[in-house]
């Protein structure tokens, strides 16, 4: 059964700093892997999308990793600010269907 | 953009009452999921649809049942509500396919139940 590892829980830092948030899954049959931003009492906002074909997606100071075979995905910010603070969450996409199965997220929080 | 949306930001309902959640997408998107996410137990798959009037269980799907009669809707129906489905519930869509079955989420709603 496939689980999916996010570490840290939680995590403070100041304003400025790169950071990375790990991912872990425990079947490399996956199709893709989903990151998420999460405010408080929203709904997810899709932040990346990498297919289990590529090996890396950017998008402004965002940048995620996938290593498919060690079952690993990492999202590094660069240049973190306070509007960063909220949780973030992977997912991986397995079977038919486009069936997600999330990580129960890490909670960023940017101070100035 | 897509937008996912859902009848109700806040619900507050007593125990033993029929509750419908209604998610209504605006982009022609085959699936459609129900999720609830708890404290400590993350986002768990309630059902999904992944086309009009099929539907199939998720995870946890004791207690709920859906509905899905136009591309565009779908509905959670909880038939008895009860104080353990006090939660926050996500609807989501994505296209169906080889695609890149990129999930787009609603607000959410927010159901207590006493």
């Known amino acids: 059964k496939q689980e999916v590892t996010q570490i840290p829980a939680a995590l403070s830092v100041p304003e400025g700093e790169n950071l990375v948030l790990n991912c872990s899954f425990t079947d490399s049959a996956i199709y893709n892997l989903q990151w998420f931003r999460q405010d408080p009492g929203k709904g997810l906002t899709s932040l990346l999308l990498i297919q289990s074909s590529q090996r890396e997606q950017t998008s402004g100071r965002l940048n995620a990793s996938l290593d498919k075979s060690s079952g690993r995905s990492t999202l590094y910010i660069a240049a973190s600010q306070p509007g960063d603070s909220a949780t973030y969450l992977c997912?991986?996409?397995?079977?038919?269907?486009?069936?997600?199965?999330f990580g129960a997220g890490t909670r960023l929080a940017v101070h100035p | 953009d897509v937008k996912v949306t859902q009848s109700s930001r806040y619900l507050v309902k007593r125990t033993g009452e029929k509750v419908f959640l209604e998610c209504v997408q605006d982009m022609d998107h085959e699936n459609m999921f129900w999720y609830r996410q708890d404290p400590g137990l993350g986002l768990r798959l309630i059902y999904f649809?992944?086309?009009?009037?099929?539907?199939e269980k998720g995870d946890i799907p004791e207690g709920y049942s859906v509905s899905r009669e136009k591309k565009e809707r779908f509905s959670l129906i909880l038939e008895s509500a009860s104080t353990n489905q006090t939660s926050m519930y996500l609807c989501?869509?994505?296209?169906?396919?080889?695609?890149?079955?990129?999930?787009?989420f609603g607000p959410g709603t927010r159901l207590t139940v006493t």
């Open positions: 649809s992944y086309d009009v009037k099929m539907k």
């Open positions: 997912a991986v996409r397995i079977g038919g269907y486009n069936k997600l199965i």
């Open positions: 989501a869509s994505s296209l169906s396919g080889t695609g890149s079955g990129e999930q787009y």
